[in-house]
């Protein structure tokens, strides 16, 4: 039996203007925006579909990509469309978390608000992260390992794109010895910390405690944690899990190969860019992907169906 699974992209998908044609065309992601703002007190829309230099710092990043995502997933399911399970990449774990409907919104908004401040603060300068092209993650990880200084495994995407992150001495280090073993090439991304590393531990510490004053129920439908590659139907385990996430490893590959093993054969990424469409042709060619990104992509989408 056919499945489909939604997906949301993470941080470094956003664009200027992204989400603003559902915005301006349904009342549905109006509200959604405008709830945003009141569980943070920014002015969401104007982050999102504006030129502005907020909108790749981290701290307003997560909060105008989770909104973005949260605003298309209401219209879609407005309009009928349903997934049989979800997963997110990083922040997009919060719009999976959103589809799952395992916290309200203004608490989802307000958690990630938060979550990307404390990853700004945590470890302002001397962090980095690099790309590493064509090798796998064993290799990858043992040249970490024997690395001097803090550097690990950020993001296993796909076969053959593993991120690395922490120190940047040690990633420096780390990327000239990957190269050595054989990587095609190691891209150091543009970022502004050393996100899922164990330099993050107390930005995961403060999370936990903002996480004890939130409800969080058991998931209507399934939901995959990046820490563990697996499903959640238990809501208990809901605040251990976000508060490691911001320290561990972003288990991509695994979790599309989990879903994949379920039964899920068709994937919509929900929000800005194909990012996760990218990853999923090098983890399998056997499935449907599917970008809903503008209302144009909704309405292509709509009549596949």
Known sequence: MSKTAFVFPGQGAQYPGMGKDFYDTFETARKVYQLA?????LDVAQLCFTENEQLNITEYTQIAMLTTEVAILKVLEEKGVKADCCAGLSLGEYGALAAAGVMDLKSLFRLIRSRGIYMQEAYPTGGAMTAVLGLNADVIGQICE?????VSIANDNCPGQI????????????AEKLQAAGAKRCVPLKVSGPFHSALLTGAGEKLAKELEQVEVHDPVIPYLCNV?????????????????????????????ERMIASGVDTFIE??????????????????TMKNVAVVEDMNRLLGDK
Not at 275 to 287: D, E, H, N, P, W
């Open 228 to 256: 563990e590659a697996d499903f959640v139907t238990d809501g208990g385990r809901v605040r251990e899990l976000l508060a490691k996430q911001v320290s561990g490893t972003v288990r991509w590959r695994e979790s599309m």
């Open 37 to 41: 703002q009141e569980a943070t007190g």
């Open 146 to 150: 024997q690395t001097q200084g803090i």
């Open 163 to 174: 991120v690395i992150t922490g120190e940047e001495k040690a990633v420096q280090a780390a």
């Open 270 to 287: 929900i929000g800005p860019g194909k990012t996760l469409s990218g990853f999923a042709r090098k983890i399998s060619t056997a499935v």
